[in-house]
């Protein structure tokens, strides 16, 4: 009896993950105009092979300062619980409205808080919101795909 219940509290600590990515994300609301800027995809992990998914091109996101948005080459994914847990689709481009709202919260298991990000609007394809990262400017932007404890995600950083 005492081994069952061991094993039973180990499974549940071993089986309580953290999202890797959570002490990154932003939990003050920022300045639309610090956010705005371009910013390009430096890794993804949804699948091996890194950026080379994009066969030479480059993926890249415009948050203009009057809220529109351009992005060219953007990756898009099967549905993350499907059977094929997570396949290259195609690449996207698209424009549109984007907004800086929060996306989200994370907890350190004490108390709860939401992250910033940002939402797009009025685009001809579906994009799911990014999370913005970092404390200050320059801030950064993640996308998590599926389970956010098993740290896939795409990675956007801002060109200075």
């Known amino acids: 009896m005492r081994t ?36 390009l995809l430096t890794q993804q992990t949804i699948v091996p092979g890194g950026l080379g998914i994009l066969k030479g091109g480059q993926c890249a ?6 809220g529109t948005f351009i992005v060219t080459n953007y990756p898009t994914w099967t549905d993350a ?26 907890s350190d298991g004490n108390t709860s808080q939401g992250y910033w990000g940002i939402r797009f609007s009025d685009a001809d394809a579906q994009l799911d919101s990014l999370a913005l990262t970092g404390k200050t ?24």
């Open 61 to 66: 996101l415009d948050l203009r300062g009057d």
């Open 81 to 106: 619980f499907s059977s094929s847990n997570g396949q290259f689709v195609a690449s996207v481009s698209t424009m549109g409205r984007w907004s800086c709202d929060t996306v989200g919260t994370v």
């Open 4 to 39: 069952s219940f061991a094993m039973l509290i180990l499974t549940l600590v071993v089986g309580c993950q953290y999202n890797p990515y959570a002490p990154l994300f932003t939990t003050t609301k920022p300045k639309q105009e610090d956010v705005a800027g371009s910013y």
């Open 137 to 160: 400017t320059p801030y950064g932007l993640i996308m998590t795909y599926g389970d956010p404890d098993s740290g896939t995600v795409m990675i956007f950083e801002k060109r200075k």
